[in-house]
Nanobody, 115 residues
């Protein structure tokens, strides 16, 4: 059974940093795209950052220059380094692994940016 488990969320002050991790377990092969998404209260889930199997990255305009996506294939891990956090970054953050044959999501981790 495949599972994606996010960790690293929490409460941080504006301007602070957090590093989210997503641990994959089970047999996950031939992933084409790994990514982070977020959903704020009352809003649609939105893309934050993605990385393809060829290491091509894409960021939402709102996080460019502040967030960095990374992975460790050997450990089956996906990361999101978030710097210069703003109150509008407050949301539940989800990791995702996609291929033409599957679409796996984690359960989410809460990030709250507030003074």
């Amino acid at each position: 059974q495949v599972q994606l488990v996010e960790s690293g969320g929490g409460l941080v002050q504006p301007g602070g940093s957090l590093r989210l991790s997503c641990a994959g377990s089970g047999s996950i092969v031939d992933t084409r795209v790994m990514g982070w998404y977020r959903q704020a209260p009352g809003k649609e889930r939105e893309l934050v950052a993605t990385m393809t199997n060829t290491d091509s990255v894409n960021y939402a305009d709102s996080v460019k220059g502040r967030f960095t996506i990374g992975k460790d294939n050997a450990k089956n891990m996906l990361y999101l380094q978030m710097n210069s956090l703003k109150p509008e970054d407050t949301a539940v953050y989800y990791c995702r692994r996609w291929s033409p044959f599957y679409d796996y999501w984690g359960q989410g981790t809460q990030v709250t940016v507030s003074s």
